[in-house]
């Protein structure tokens, strides 16, 4: 695939996933009335945590369709780099939300995993405060690149553990589908962090591990907002 085909992938799925994350965050704000009140905590839950994903991803996809349309990464790192900045800190408590909504739609209880994970939430911060992670460029140093999204992976990767091993014991099919996406998009993403430095063309990578939260999105609301398709809340599995 030629550079200007590769941008030009990148810029329309960039802009035609912001429209779809946005829009699916106004169905799911103004068609709150429509969630059974059981159910409504949960997706609210929901709600919020794709506002953070949007939010964060508004910086980071569109600062870099910004910098495309501006002359390009070279003449735009700052751009590029805020804009990556702002989607790893709501990423980050994009998974914590996530982590309450397990522990609410299974009626868990935070333990020394759960806990842990939270641990890892200030020691990515803090990791990301450091000068060294140089923010200002469009590319991520190597080292603190890697470092950095160690603990994002810790935190995720214990979510998906926790969705799929309590979704299968309780038979709750809406949230193993969840889980395995947030399984495929950590193995999209693997790739991309570890490489795509050496291999940009890697990077494409990121198009379906978007499409992954966008999944996720949909069968939130899919499972919650649809009167009919909503599916009962799970016993505790504790």
Same mark, same amino acid.
């Given at each position: 695939? /030629? ?8 810029? #329309? ?9 946005? $829009?699916?965050?106004? +169905?799911? $704000? ?31 996809? #569109?600062?870099?369709?910004?910098? *495309? ?40 209880? +935070? #333990? ?17 405060? +450091? ?11 190597? +080292? ?18 926790? *969705?799929?091993?309590? /979704? ?16 495929? /998009? ?16 890697? #990077? ?8 992954? *939260? ?15 398709? $909503?599916?009962?809340?799970?016993? $505790?599995?504790?």
């Amino acid at each position: 695939m /030629s550079e200007e085909a590769r941008i030009f992938v990148e810029v #329309g799925f960039n802009v035609l996933y912001l429209i779809i994350v946005w $829009s699916m965050n106004g +169905f799911m $704000s103004i068609r709150m009335e429509k969630v059974q009140q059981k159910d409504q905590k949960i997706a609210n839950l929901f709600r919020w945590a794709f506002i953070l994903l949007a939010i964060g991803d508004t910086g980071h996809v #569109g600062f870099r369709v910004a910098a *495309y349309a501006l002359g390009g990464f070279e003449k735009n790192k700052l751009l590029v780099g805020v804009g990556a900045l702002a989607t790893a800190i709501t990423v980050t408590f994009f998974y914590v939300v996530m982590l309450y909504i397990w522990k609410e739609r299974f009626h868990g209880k +935070f #333990g020394l995993l759960e806990y842990m994970l939270l641990a890892s939430v200030p020691v990515r911060l803090i990791v990301m405060a +450091f000068p060294q992670n140089d923010w200002g460029n469009s590319i991520p140093p190597p +080292f603190w690149g890697l470092f950095r999204n160690l603990f994002l992976v810790i935190l995720g990767v214990g979510v998906l553990y926790l *969705y799929l091993r309590d /979704s299968v014991k309780a038979k709750d099919r809406l949230f193993r589908w969840m889980g395995y996406c947030v399984l495929f /998009s950590f193995l999209f993403y693997a790739p991309v962090i570890l490489y795509a430095r050496e291999i940009p063309i890697i #990077g494409m990578l990121m198009i379906p591990k978007t499409v992954m *939260y966008v999944a996720i999105q949909f069968l939130a609301y899919t499972g919650l907002w649809t009167t009919k398709a $909503s599916v009962p809340l799970p016993a $505790s599995v504790n």
